[in-house]
């Protein structure tokens, strides 16, 4: 098997975080052994929410936590819907009919229907699922965790899944920012990488050859890209005008290279999009390949997340994790990871956008002192040790209320929609 196909192990950690906080975080997961706590979200891959779950759910594992995770399926109408939500949550226009909370909540029931949830702790991801938690007997905590930009949600569809909000047990959200009004407690985790997965760890210079060269990415001149989805809070047209301006000083080529999840149906379309503005210079690509980002990470000479709104915006982690430098929109979670001109850029216009990245591509001296920076940024604050550390503290603030004894669970107890309102 390939080495970096190992089992996770928490002690992979310790060079990283040193031996008080290895061995602080395996005392608390010892308390908490064979726990069986089940992720539930609404898709594999695309976006941050399947990143940090497909490792978080490892590393608990090797902490003996017994993580699962779900997904819920849903027709795409379903996910139409709930794009649509989670547009709104960020502060987008929502046309919220009757007909797109019966399907909305009535596909929620279906999935109800067919999952067992036999846990002591359960933890939702997103809108998407969120209604499910109507649908089952209250006999395990139900956490919410939501990782979308919440400080300026569209009030109508905020006071519509709230409803739905106050049934957890505790909600999670990735700033203080995006606090909201609810009658259960709040708590605030960033989220954060894993430094050993395809997408983290150490590259050699023939493997970022070797990625680069199979997409027909030239190296002839500094590139500059994006790692997105292909999502109109990313501001992709912004990058390409910023990057326009920019080579009316410095050469260089853009990489905008993108993805779709499964549970947005926007993606494609803003894909298309943007391909009349595609030259020699402008590389727009779609790949499912952690190694390829991995590489593009670490070779360009200026990473940009040039986002409108963004609930963290792993990739700016990643990005710096490279020690690479960053231009990031001046929002959300990005202005939690950046610190203007220490590790990093804050922008706000195209503008600004395009002086910062001739102004990197032009000097490597800059671009060495933000990277080394943005490295220990990352080291001291976003890995996922420390999300794993906070998701046991959590767990174990249940345990007095709800005994976590392995013997209750979360029992489906069927209400239609209908029957809830
Ligand atoms: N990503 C990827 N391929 C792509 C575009 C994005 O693997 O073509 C990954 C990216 O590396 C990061 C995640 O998707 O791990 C995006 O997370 P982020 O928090 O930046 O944004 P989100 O998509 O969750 O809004």
Redesign the pocket.
Known sequence: MDRYFRPMRIEHYEDLIGPEALERIILKARRLHDLRVINISSTFY????A?ILSSLTLLQRALGIRADWRLIQGSPDFFSITKKLHNALQGGDINLSELKKEIYEGINLHNALRMDVEADIVVVHDPQPLPLITHFRHTCPWIWRC?VDLSRPDPDAWAYLREFVDDYDAMVVSLPEYKREVHIPQLFFM?ALDPFSI?NREMSDAEINDRLRHYGIPEDLPIVAQ???F?RW?DPEGVIEAFRMARKEVDATLVL???V?TDDPEGQEVFESLLDCKEERILIL???D?AL?NALQRRAAVIL?KSLR???????T?AMWKGTAVIGGDCGGIRHQVEDGRNGFLVSTVEEAAKRIAQLVGDADLRRRLGTAARDTVREKFLMSRLAEQYLDLFESFEPRFTLNHRRGARLEIATPAARR
């Open positions: 695309g976006g941050g929410v990143e990782h989220p997408k790692i997105s989805r999502d990313k290279l993108g993805n999840a779609t790949a499912e952690s980002v997340q963004e609930g963290f915006g792993l990739t700016v990643e």
